[in-house]
Each structure stands twice: as structure tokens, then as C-alpha cells.
């Protein structure tokens, strides 16, 4: 019975994300798409405990949010225990907190792809030099990615992007709010999503990792 909840859990999970499941009555292709489907999601599990173990202060402290999502694994961070404000080089005691995140990336799910978001608040660029509230949300989540990069996580895993300030959590008329629409989210993303998207989108060039195609996509 927890086998077929669970089944239905992440079965669900996908349809969300666009993923089709389509089973046939007695074959046996899709008791192995069960097995399939618990793996999957006893990783992701299995990810987000170690996550919470490892960053519990900082998660009791509100700095750092571990949550499955309809698109994966989330782990979000808020912006200043990672950046000065206005600022996109990392904080000397971020590093930390994503060297942990990295060995989990590393050891538990070695094979999915992540995806790195960078958010803002709505209010407008004045002194940091920024051309906007995208640039720096963009600039934000390269420098997470280069972090990982540089702790072992291999570049074609990796996709960095920034929505400035298009994609708020809460309210921006508050500072609570503004703080909580403040941050960098790491993704990490089902395999069997990564499977299907794969059928349909080309791998990067030859030319250049994930994460240099993206930088050239912000110039």
C-alpha cells in the first residue's frame, strides 16, 4: 500500500510537469516504471533528508527552505545569507552552506540535472551599477553555479538563470515579503524529466558546457 501511495506521489509529481504516463493492463513494462518511479522518488526523499539534517540551523533560522515541489527538489536560499545587497560575489560564510548542498548533489543524486534561479524584489536599481533587477539576479546564480562548479558538480548538469523580479513568492509592499522574493533557488530535477526533455531538446555544443552557453545567452 506505502509502495503504490508512493507511486502515485511522484506519478503525480511528472504529470505536472508535463511528463505522460500511459500504462497498459499486465505488462511488464510498467511494474518496471513502478520500480522505476519509487527509485526516483526514494532519491529525492532520501536527498531532502540529508539536506535538512545538514542545514538545520540554517533552516531553523530562516535563511534556507528544503521542499519538494512540482518541479523537483527545492532548495531555497535567501539572498543576503549569500550576497551583500546589491551585490552578486558570494559571502564568505555562504560557502559553507553550499558545500554541503554540493556533497548531496554529489552523493545522493549524481545523475539529475539542477537548475539554479536567481530572484529579486521589485525595487528599482539605484547605486549597485546594475542595469536592472534581471542582471543581477542572472550575475547571482551564475556565481552559485561557478561555486559548484569549482566543488566538483560537472558544468553539463547545470543550468543558471535569473527572473529579476517576475516571479515573486509574496507580497513586495512589505519587507518581509520583499525579503522572501530575495533569493536563489538550486533545483533538482526529476531524471525521468530530464529523460523526456531530452527526446526533444539538443544537448549543448560541443563548443561550450551549460554553464558557458548560459553566460553567453546573458551578454
Not at 518496471?32 to 535538512?52: M, Y
Not at 523537483?72 to 558570494?90: H, N, Y
Not at 553550499?98 to 548533489?105: E, T, W
Not at 561557478?146 to 527572473?163: C, T, V
Request: charged share 25%; glycine share 6%.
Amino acid at each position: 500500500m506505502q509502495r503504490l501511495s508512493a507511486f502515485f506521489m511522484i506519478a503525480c509529481l511528472l504529470m505536472l510537469n508535463g511528463c505522460a504516463i500511459v500504462f497498459q493492463k499486465g505488462s511488464r513494462t510498467d511494474v518496471e516504471k513502478i520500480v522505476s518511479l519509487q527509485s526516483e522518488l526514494d532519491e529525492l526523499k532520501n536527498a531532502k533528508k540529508q539536506l535538512e539534517d545538514q542545514l538545520a540551523q540554517a533552516i531553523k533560522d530562516n535563511q534556507v527552505k528544503v521542499e519538494m515541489a512540482e518541479r523537483g527538489l527545492v532548495i531555497t536560499f535567501v539572498a543576503e545569507i549569500l550576497f551583500a545587497s546589491g551585490k552578486d560575489k558570494l559571502r564568505t560564510e555562504a560557502a559553507p552552506l553550499l558545500d554541503k548542498v554540493s556533497n548531496v548533489l554529489s552523493e545522493t543524486v549524481p545523475d539529475n540535472s539542477i537548475g539554479i534561479e536567481g530572484h529579486t524584489d521589485n525595487a528599482p536599481i539605484k547605486y549597485s551599477g546594475w542595469k536592472s533587477n534581471w542582471e543581477l539576479s542572472a550575475a547571482r546564480a551564475l556565481s552559485v553555479l561557478h561555486h559548484l562548479e569549482k566543488k566538483g558538480i560537472n558544468p553539463q548538469r547545470m543550468s543558471a538563470i535569473g527572473y529579476g523580479e517576475y516571479r515573486p513568492v509574496d507580497s513586495n509592499d512589505t519587507a518581509q515579503g520583499r525579503q522572501k522574493n530575495r533569493r536563489v533557488e538550486i533545483v533538482i530535477i526529476p531524471k525521468i524529466a530530464k529523460q523526456r526533455e531530452g527526446a526533444t531538446t539538443p544537448a549543448p555544443s560541443a563548443s561550450g558546457s551549460a554553464s558557458e552557453v548560459q553566460t553567453k545567452e546573458l551578454k
